[in-house]
């Protein structure tokens, strides 16, 4: 009876298998192959046939190209945040997809070339679809006049594309490496030499940065120098300003005779410009660009002059008889904003060219402290410290402390940029200096007593002080300052106090009649 139903479900499946159609023809019948082939088999598996791994044919193939299209809709979002997102997102795909180490060379091969060729220089290649939609939109024009208007967005499109493509550029140059910058980037900068757009162009220079940045010297003087020097003559200002923003990091990576050079015909260039905005990137750039010539400090004058015109108005110049006055009738009418990008560039310039040319920098230096604007008067506090530390102590004294204490007096905003910066500045003072002006430090206090943030900032510099004192001077000047904030009125301010504390400790624990002193101070 055992048998006969054997017999019988053999002969229901085999009519079963005759007769049904499967839901997967790819699929081949194996009804006792495991469903993971991975899975070990057990001795009864072992001693039957090996099953062939189970084909994938069946999955649907996804191309490499298959989110190609949604990238560049999104890249050329209207919406700028959406568009931004979009490219950082490209930016994070081709670094995870160059820095993986565990996917396969074939596949990380295919999924670079999609990415950088398919995704990055296809979204500048947009004219080749936009052929094809014209040809069409002119079949359907004579039924249909709106056709004219698609154009004109496919052409929109078009543009956008290619100064998309720029910024992608720009962005991922540091990222790709020099060798698929030379294969894949500067071909297609070179080729935004002839684009009709200027907003492609300008975006075609601010990449010439990015690509110098990585590129080799002789890429770059090949190169990218030809490239610059077409768009430094763009009829259009835009462009041009963009090549005199990236005219410093071109410079940097220059030897220093070509550098020089460079620099100097650069700022002719630009700071002669009919255009304003052109003129006024030349003069934010300067400070940046004269740092490039360090450590050496050796300075082209002509770019020293063109520095120096951007502050008050002097009636002569350094060694070369140059008068400022040239400078500021080449660079148009006198504008506000050349004080504040010369005080912002100042600490660059003095580090650069060093202690033994203060004495021509503090003509420009002393009457820009001065200045009725405020952000001027900030910058210059918040940067004070550090063109002391340049200096040296006596120049410092002789030149600075008298700014130092014209500043302490000033409005709060100007007052805060000293006040955080306070201990730094005491410490470039000679010895002597330092402990004639510490008694002034309660005249400070008492001068933000409304404002409880400046006497906050005030008491952050107690620990960095007490250093600089011994215990005598951080008894007698330094702890009542700390009392005096332990019972200020803003729970922020007693915080900041109490944490001071340790600092005190640390310089008068070592004087047994100093620190019973202070025990009793603090106690009293």
Known sequence: MVLLFKITTDNIQSDNTSTSRPLTPQRPQTPQSPQIPQRPQTPIQQSLPSQPPTPTNHLPYLSPAAFTPLLHALLLDQNTGIAQVAQNVIQSLVERILEEPDVNPKEKELLEKETLEGVVLGIGRLDQEKVKREELYELEADCDDTSVGAVTGIEEEVELGRMTMMSLISSLAPIVGPERCIRLFVPELDKMMEEPVFYVRKEAALAIGSLANVLPLDIITSKLLPIYDHFSTDPIWHVRRSCCLVLPTLCSKLPDEMKSDRAVKGIEIFAGDVSRSVRSAAGEIIGELIATFQPDGKVPESLVQHFLSLGPVRESNLSNGVTSGTYNNNLGQRDPE?????????????????????????????????????????????????IAKVIGPTKTENDLLNV?????????????????????????????????????????????????????????????????????????????????????????????????????????????????????????
């Not at 005080?343 to 660059?348: I, L």
Request: proline share 5%; aromatic share 10%; glycine share 2%.
């Open 404 to 524: 130092f204490t014209y500043y302490l007096d000033d409005i709060d905003e100007v007052k805060s940029g000293i006040i955080e910066h306070l201990a730094a500045f005491i410490e470039c003072l000679p010895q002597s200096t330092r402990n004639n002006y510490l008694p002034s430090l309660n005249d400070v206090w008492d001068g933000v007593k409304n404002h409880w943030r400046l006497r906050d900032e005030i008491t952050k510099q107690i620990p960095a002080l007490c250093r600089l004192f011994d215990e005598q001077y951080v008894l007698n000047h330094i702890l009542p300052l700390t009392i005096r904030a332990v019972k200020d009125e803003v729970a922020s301010v007693r915080e900041t106090a109490v944490a001071s504390f340790p600092a005190l400790f640390e310089v008068i624990r070592n004087d047994e009649s100093c620190f019973h002193d202070m025990i009793n101070r603090i106690m009293w």
């Open 338 to 386: 050349r004080p504040v990008i010369c005080a912002f560039n100042f600490p660059a310039v003095v580090l650069t060219l060093g202690e033994s040319s203060w004495d021509d920098l503090k003509d420009t230096y002393i009457p820009l402290t001065r200045d009725m604007q405020i952000k001027v008067r900030r910058s210059l506090a918040c940067s004070l410290h550090e």
